[in-house]
């Protein structure tokens, strides 16, 4: 009797041990296959923050659990949506252009709401994402597509900015902080012959970052501007453990986008490989390899949260702040994103949101006074 329950107590053990050793893979491949899809590395579930790692495979936005699905601009669900017709033919440009100091200008957009959506990770599964702040397009939602955004609203300066963008919401706490009045999203040349840069392709739409990356991705990230910064403090890519008191301090953070495409997708499966960021040649020439010849506007994120004081309770939805990311889902009416392009960008001009260069006023400005084409 007694050998009898020793075997049955030892089955019994070897099976729950089974079970929870099944489990513990289960969940590192999650948070794994999530980082590689993103274009982060694979790092252990323990790495920098555990409880925010944890909460990630729990909220799902590992991207792990995104498979693609037959769903608006993608009706075969393979991931992929080729632009019609695609961009051939183009060699990237390594000709040194007349010097200009900027080529650049600004879409000003206002935070429109806030959602636990995210059209281009999880297209059609509305409260599928951690929680998201969203900009521009005043209709974006899980179920977003070209043809929606098109047909929306915009809190953007521009009204011909259709366009959506979004990243995860911050918290102090449990008070969700927005963003106040328009932020600013610049449009500049990311190669060193601006004079090539040309307009998205309607319905391109992209990630930049990964909601798993690791600090040290983070901090070395392509598209890091300066890290968080607040007050007197700069280089920052944990949030700081206190920012100054004062009406006027907030929480800022600037970070780039790829600006070379492939000229075949709009997007792809992990919604980054169809974008690359232009590599360096020579005396710190900036050109877009030749995987992706086709250089576009880079867009530059450069957000202001009011939040200051002690920090130690801020927070992303997506966790903690090396989790920042961002994604574009480009909506722009294609006449005016030309004319801003073609004038501010390939022009070599530092505009405001409506084409207007301060120290060239005899350039002129796109927009009217009502930000529209005249």
């Not at 297209?123 to 070209?146: I, V, Y």
């Not at 999203?185 to 909601?211: C, H, N, Q």
Request: proline letters at 9%.
């Amino acid at each position: 009797m007694a050998t009898r329950f020793s075997r049955t107590t030892l089955v019994s053990a070897l099976i729950v041990a089974t079970a929870l050793a099944l489990v513990a893979l289960g969940l590192t491949a999650i948070t794994n296959a999530g980082a590689t899809a993103s274009g982060a590395a694979p790092t252990p579930a323990t790495a920098a923050d555990p409880r925010a790692a944890a909460s990630h495979v729990m909220q799902g936005h590992t991207m792990a659990d995104a498979k693609p699905v037959a769903f608006g601009d993608d009706p075969d669900g393979d991931g992929y949506i080729p632009a019609n017709p695609p961009v051939t033919g183009v060699e990237p440009s390594q000709e040194i252009p007349p010097h200009r100091y900027f080529h650049e200008f600004q879409a000003n957009c206002s935070v429109t709401h806030t959602a636990p959506d995210d059209p281009i990770v999880y297209p059609g599964r509305a409260g599928a994402s951690h929680d998201h702040t969203f900009m521009g397009n005043d209709t974006t939602n899980a179920s977003s597509t070209t043809a929606s955004l098109s047909a929306g609203g915009t809190a953007c300066l521009a009204r011909g900015d259709l366009s959506a963008y979004w990243m995860p919401t911050l918290y102090n706490g449990d008070e969700e902080i927005r963003p106040i009045g328009p932020q600013t999203i610049y449009y500049k040349a990311g190669v060193t012959d601006y004079r090539t840069v040309r307009p998205f392709p309607k319905g391109l739409r992209f990630v930049v970052g990964s909601p798993t990356q690791t600090p040290e991705q983070f901090r070395n990230h392509p598209g890091m501007v300066e890290g968080y910064e607040c007050g007197e403090s700069y280089h920052n890519y944990a949030f700081p453990a206190a920012c100054p008191t004062s009406p006027d301090t907030q929480l800022n953070l600037r970070m780039q986008a790829p600006s070379c495409w492939d000229g075949k997708y709009l997007d792809t499966p992990d919604h980054q490989s169809h974008m690359a960021y232009p590599v360096v040649m020579g005396a710190n020439q900036d050109v877009c390899p030749a995987s992706h010849p086709v250089a576009l506007p880079m867009i530059e994120f450069k957000m202001a949260w009011p939040v200051n004081g002690d920090m130690s309770q801020v927070r992303l939805a997506s966790g903690a702040g090396h989790s920042f990311h961002y994604d574009f889902f480009n909506a722009w009416d294609d006449a005016t994103l030309k004319a801003m392009v073609d004038h501010c960008v390939v022009g070599g001009l530092q505009c405001n949101a409506r084409g207007y260069d301060e120290a060239n006023p005899d350039r002129g400005a796109v927009l009217d006074e009502n930000y529209e084409l005249p």
